[in-house]
């Protein structure tokens, strides 16, 4: 089992940036394949970035935030991040945390575990 708490949400106007990070706590972050996902209002969840396990992380993105979000992690701290830059009022949603065993595309993305999310409100 692990547990995930995401911290860094807030409110930020359009072209900002925030720092979103997750702590993993129960397992070493660096057994899993860790991802950020979003759900905004009236919509369903949606990928947004990922990083693989181990040493060697590789990093995926969704198309809508490839060159603004940038996911690391530190393996010391058993925490990941996201940051977000150049936000747009479309990226206002609860952005959640989560981990896996290994990252997958499609489905539940290879997460088994999740956050409760933290909420980003961009305006306008």
């Known amino acids: 089992q692990v547990q995930l708490v995401e911290s860094g949400g807030g409110l930020v106007q359009a072209g900002g940036s925030l720092r979103l990070s997750c702590a993993a706590s129960g397992r070493s972050s660096r057994r899993f394949a860790m991802g950020w996902f979003r759900q905004a209002p009236g919509k369903e969840r949606e990928f947004v970035a990922a990083?693989?396990?181990?040493?060697?992380?590789?990093?995926y993105y969704a198309d809508g935030v490839k060159g603004r979000f940038t996911i690391s992690r530190e393996n010391a701290k058993s925490t990941v991040t996201l940051q977000m830059n150049s936000l747009k009022p479309e990226d206002t949603a609860v952005y959640y945390c989560?981990?896996?065993?290994?990252?997958?595309?499609?489905?539940?993305?290879?997460?088994?575990?999740w956050g409760k999310g933290t909420l980003v409100t961009v305006s306008s």
């Open positions: 989560a981990a896996g065993d290994r990252f997958a595309y499609g489905g539940s993305y290879g997460m088994d575990y």
């Open positions: 990083i693989s396990r181990g040493g060697y992380s590789s990093t």
